[in-house]
């Protein structure tokens, strides 16, 4: 039992990182207190997933599976529990890059406004200091 518990303690997490990876860019993007968390989460994702490296949660999870004695499921988290509940085969590699890519593209897209809007915000800041 305590091992079930673990699994799915993992997957739940694992799942909700994944979700704030996506909700979290824009939100992160308008609430700087929000960006170091925002950035701590989507840089080692990043780390593993543009290389195409396994993802430690997903093989951690698919072990404490097969140690509560259930049989893992094949492929990757993102195919399993968010693609493969509408779209039933699931991602095959090809998907599953294009996939990452659309993802990265969201979140730089978040960063790199947050980055500007940061930036018009000091420039702002400075002639304003400047007139007066």
């Not at 909700?23 to 780390?47: D, N």
């Not at 430690?56 to 509940?85: C, N």
């Not at 990265?104 to 018009?120: N, P, S, T």
Request: one cysteine or more.
């Amino acid at each position: 039992m305590a091992a079930w518990l673990a699994a799915a303690a993992v997957a739940l997490t694992h799942g909700l990182l994944a979700v704030f990876v996506v909700v979290g860019a824009p939100l992160a993007a308008r609430r700087q207190r929000l960006m170091p968390w925002y950035l701590a989460v989507v840089l080692p994702i990043a780390a593993i997933n543009v290389p195409r490296l396994p993802c430690p949660l997903t093989m951690w999870e698919k072990d404490l599976w097969r140690l509560a004695q259930q049989t893992p499921y094949r492929g990757g988290f993102i195919s399993h529990y968010f693609v493969e509940p509408f779209y039933g085969p699931g991602l095959d590699a090809r998907g599953e890059t294009v996939l990452v890519v659309i993802v990265a593209a969201w979140c730089l897209g978040w960063l790199v406004y947050a980055a500007a809007a940061r930036l018009r915000a000091r420039s702002a800041a400075r002639s304003t200091m400047a007139t007066t």
